[in-house]
Nanobody, 115 residues
Framework: QVQLVESGGGLVQPGGSLRLSCAAS????????MGWYRQAPGKERELVAA???????NYADSVKGRFTISGDNAKNTVYLQMNSLKPEDTAVYYC?????????WGQGTQVTVSS
């Protein structure tokens, strides 16, 4: 079993930045992949960014060049640095971990981009 706890969401103006954190209950290197998803009202949950245990990253086209995913194994934490935020980035952001055949989710953190 893996517990994931997100933090760092909030209200930010367009063009601003936020850093989301996802603290895992075990080593992130033990995960095949960790990622961030988001879900806006009335829309399906979508992958934003992911990082494998080998350090390979991938991003949704809509966030490339603005968001960066990274991990700190000493802290069992994955981060999502979000820059140049846009109103369309408003959503609940969820941390996700894939370990073997099992997938785990955090409770989500709200990000609102508005002036």
């Amino acid at each position: 079993q893996v517990q994931l706890v997100e933090s760092g969401g909030g209200l930010v103006q367009p063009g601003g930045s936020l850093r989301l954190s996802c603290a895992a209950s075990r080593s992130i290197f033990s995960m095949n992949r960790m990622g961030w998803y988001r879900q806006a009202p009335g829309k399906e949950r979508e992958l934003v960014a992911a990082i494998t245990s080998g350090g390979t990253t991938n991003y949704a086209d809509s966030v490339k060049g603005r968001f960066t995913i990274s991990g700190d194994n000493a802290k069992n934490t994955v981060y999502l640095q979000m820059n140049s935020l846009k109103p369309e980035d408003t959503a609940v952001y969820y941390c996700n971990a894939l370990r073997g055949l099992n997938m785990y989710w955090g409770q989500g953190t709200q990000v609102t981009v508005s002036s």
